[in-house]
T-cell receptor
Framework: DAGVTQSPTHLIKTRGQQVTLRCSPK?????VSWYQQALGQGPQFIFQ???????QRGNFPDRFSGHQFPNYSSELNVNALLLGDSALYLC???????????FGSGTRLTVV | SQQGEEDPQALSIQEGENATMNCSYK?????LQWYRQNSGRGLVHLIL?????REKHSGRLRVTLDTSKKSSSLLITASRAADTASYFC??????????FGAGTILRVKS
């Protein structure tokens, strides 16, 4: 039973570019959440997707957008990258009724 | 901004000793969860304690929750070198998201 799969593992982008990160949830899970973790800090909630719609959003600018597909997989898009967007991006899946979350190994994004 | 704080920020102990980490939070919660993170990789779920529970055990882990003080503690007994990691508490207030603290870095020396 596969857990949460994220791709790519590492990514280097230039300021101003756009990036797309991908996440496949744990089998049986229908909800996907994205978190940003800066170095030395705890993860910060970006947004959550359920039934292909954004259900909840954290304090992140509109440059951060997402999508959920019918098979529950999800993408996180970041436009006009800033140096401060360099972080570990974590995807977590869960069941909509709540409870525990299963996290992927993350995508390490470096903006230069 | 983050929900609460973990204490201490860093902890260094000898193998076989117990490690205690504390977490404080600010709002009412449905549950509180503890996660482990190795070397800046993914988070591993350790234990979930609901707001109506006061103590929970899982193997060498013991978690307590005091909702009147808005605090929780994680005790790892008989620590091993493999327990070296960052530990985070996260609160679920029913808003479809987890709010994490800044974490405690645990180093277990062999």
């Amino acid at each position: 039973d596969a857990g949460v799969t994220q791709s790519p593992t590492h990514l280097i982008k230039t300021r101003g570019q756009q990036v797309t990160l991908r996440c496949s949830p744990k089998s049986g899970h229908d909800t996907v959440s994205w978190y940003q973790q800066a170095l030395g800090q705890g993860p910060q909630f970006i947004f959550q997707y359920y039934e292909e719609e954004e259900r909840q959003r954290g304090n992140f600018p509109d440059r951060f957008s997402g999508h959920q597909f019918p098979n529950y997989s999800s993408e996180l898009n970041v436009n006009a990258l800033l140096l401060g967007d360099s972080a570990l991006y974590l995807c977590a899946s869960s069941l909509t009724r709540g409870g525990r979350y299963t996290f992927g190994s993350g995508t390490r994004l470096t903006v230069v | 901004s983050q929900q609460g704080e973990e204490d201490p920020q860093a902890l260094s102990i000898q193998e076989g000793e117990n490690a205690t980490m504390n977490c404080s939070y600010k709002t009412s919660i449905n549950n509180l969860q503890w996660y482990r993170q190795n070397s800046g990789r993914g988070l591993v779920h350790l234990i979930l304690i609901r707001s109506n529970e006061r103590e929970k055990h899982s193997g060498r882990l013991r978690v307590t929750l005091d909702t009147s003080k808005k605090s929780s503690s994680l005790l790892i007994t008989a620590s091993r070198a493999a327990d070296t990691a960052s530990y985070f508490c996260a609160t679920d207030a029913g808003g479809n998201k987890l709010v994490f603290g800044a974490g405690t870095i645990l180093r277990v020396k062999s």
